[in-house]
């Protein structure tokens, strides 16, 4: 998808999008429109029932009196309606409706809320960002589909005054969805073709972006003592990888000394079996996104450093292929993390929170970062506590806490913090060594928390689960259904709004 900005002419060929206010109060393009055509679109308006009420549509073809083959009116509601969230979701509501419709190009009118050209730029670019969000399409294995099921739409021409200001706004909105889409690729290839050796070489094309990439073999993650992670692995023929990028995007200080990095771990679980502690066969196929957490880090880093954030930012994938095999772990086993903590290995399956012990005491003895996230799709308990609209949120500091609820409000992917204590954590409390893998029956999202807890210290931490918001059944209007890529937008709007120089 292509999105290009310019400043207001009239369109009087192809295909044009114009907002109506309720009522059906005609923005001025509309009105140019109207006159244009003699007054048939008005017309058009009173044959049907659009009232312009908001995200109301309507589609008049081959408009009388004019050579326009389509315009699409687009229900802006009350003009307090449509703030800067409403017009990124018309965007991807108008791609969605465009998409197959037949014409490649599209021009799209933006006058700014009640006529008011100041607000246009940042109502365009978020406006383009929406349609560029919504076109994602994961396609690149089907060989057969029919050229009419594919979108025609390859492009947006979007008029607004003040265009200038709007193209540069877009410009860095477009690497975070450069970032967004490379997370949705990630989560969407199959698992034979995507696995830990395959992932972690994915991540160095992130070099070019001036993104320093390290890829940890196996060897490697053995000499530091990743015992809970390589257990998770070792029943797989794949081997484990761990992935560490650093962007410095910060400012030297005047004293030379590089600022205080933060931090974003995630969870990359190319494909859940369960191990020992088999899944059921029914939805297993679910489990190649169980490395979702570690494509939000990943797509994470790209947006950071496409858009040249101003900050030092670490990004640490934890990456394994959890199977049962002759050398699979057992349920049973008692294996040392790299932070000399054992861990009795009660279920196979209870693998995440494995990976992420050594993942998180890597970042934080190594970096020693301003905060940690981690992300992961951790438990099938967040999905029966919050459903698929909202991630858990768990962490150990209230500031963190905040900022990331309020972060993700504003970017609509929404977290609900969930409680953690001492009587909570002693549910992993074990006879055979420090900690064992799973807790009672009760609270398994808030155990799995705990576990993670007991790996970073003192360090400002949380932790999303991510299991109910990777992978969505449905479409959205900036989200087809798929990939969600939950987390990028999320995490990109925490770190500028709060920790950029
Ligand atoms: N990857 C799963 C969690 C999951 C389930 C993610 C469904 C997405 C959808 C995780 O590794 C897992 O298997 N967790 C177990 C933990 C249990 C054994 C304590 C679970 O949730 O059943
Ligand atoms: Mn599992
Ligand atoms: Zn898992």
Redesign the pocket.
Known sequence: MKISFSNPAAVTSGVVVVGVNEGNKLSSSAAGIDKASGGSLMRAIKASTFKGKKGQQLSIMTLAGTKLDRVLLLGLGKPTDMGLTGALNAGGAVYAALAKAGAATVAVCIDGIDGDTKTAPDLASEFGYGARLRSYRFDKYRTKEKAEDKPTLKAFKILCPNSGKARTAFASKNQVADGVFLTRDLVSEPPNILYPDTLAKRTKELAKLGIKVEIMTETQMKKLGMGALLGVGQGSIRESRMVVMQWNGAPKSKSGKAETPIAFVGKG?TF?T?GI?L?PAAGME??KW?MGGSAVVIGLMKALAGRKAKTNVVGVVGLVENMPGGNAQRPGDIVTAMDGQTIEVL?T????RLVLADALHYTNTRFKPKFMVNLA?????I?VSLGNEYAGLFSNNDQLSERLATSGLAVDEKVWRMPMNDAYDKMINCDAADMKN?GGRGA?SITAAQFLQRFVGKTPWAHLDI?GVTWSGKDAPVVPKGGTAFGVRLLDRLVADHYEK
């Open positions: 679980v859940d369960g502690s899944k679910d489990m169980d279920n399956d209870a693998e995440g799709t951790l438990t099938g308990a999905i799973i398994g299991a």
